[in-house]
T-cell receptor
């Protein structure tokens, strides 16, 4: 079965640094999502993306965050100036109804 | 503000028991309801429901939606230890935005 992949699996960064999390969605899908899950807490919607633009974003997705589809296959989430509270698992999902989740990137901000 | 509530928060049963997990919502502009199973890492898709009163089934799992009363249930019959996981529901609202509940942690004892 096709799957969503994410890299890296674990990223450690210092507060204030920029990080880019990468996702390769399933090839013929048009809808992509980013979610985050702080340890022990619920999955939180960040942003959805369709037709090369943002469809919806949550209150969490402020100016610190951005998404891109730089080359037609990758889908990236950039966090510009990381804070301690950005430490979480970040999941990418693809398909119209967010059906297929990638394995996640664990981001640790120190 | 959109809100999704799951109950119970946790549940311990013995193999062979039947469980019912609840998900209620206060979401504007409803589109769809999703159920996921989360074991160690990423959520895995179980069901998508869009219409009231139509039961979806997959093996020992089934789910139904009531849009009038604003809730959904997930049933698992003849539980097995492999069913131990966190079960998440997510309500789709607006244009491709999914709001997750906090999940129900199910533990099935042998």
């Amino acid at each position: 079965e096709p799957e969503v992949t994410q890299t890296p699996s674990h990223q450690v960064t210092q507060m204030g640094q920029e990080v880019i999390l990468r996702c390769v969605p399933i090839s013929n899908h048009l809808y992509f999502y980013w979610y985050r899950q702080i340890l022990g807490q619920k999955v939180e919607f960040l942003v959805s993306f369709y037709n090369n633009e943002i469809s919806e974003k949550s209150e969490i997705f402020d100016d610190q965050f951005s998404v891109e589809r730089p080359d037609g296959s990758n889908f990236t989430l950039k966090i510009r100036s990381t804070k301690l509270e950005d430490s979480a698992m970040y999941f990418c999902a693809s398909s119209e109804h967010s059906r297929y989740f990638g394995p996640g990137t664990r981001l640790t901000v120190t | 503000e959109d809100k999704v509530v799951q109950s119970p928060l946790s549940l311990v049963v013995h193999e062979g028991d039947t469980v019912t997990l609840n998900c209620s919502y206060e979401v504007t502009n409803f589109r769809s309801l999703l159920w996921y199973k989360q074991e160690k890492k990423a959520p895995t898709f179980l069901f998508m429901l869009t219409s009231s009163g139509i039961e979806k089934k997959s093996g020992r799992l089934s789910s139904i939606l009531d849009k009038k009363e604003l809730f959904s249930i997930l049933n698992i019959t003849a539980t097995q230890t492999g069913d131990s996981a966190i079960y998440l529901c997510a309500w789709g609202s607006g244009t491709y935005k999914y709001i997750f509940g906090t999940g129900t942690r199910l533990k099935v004892l042998a």
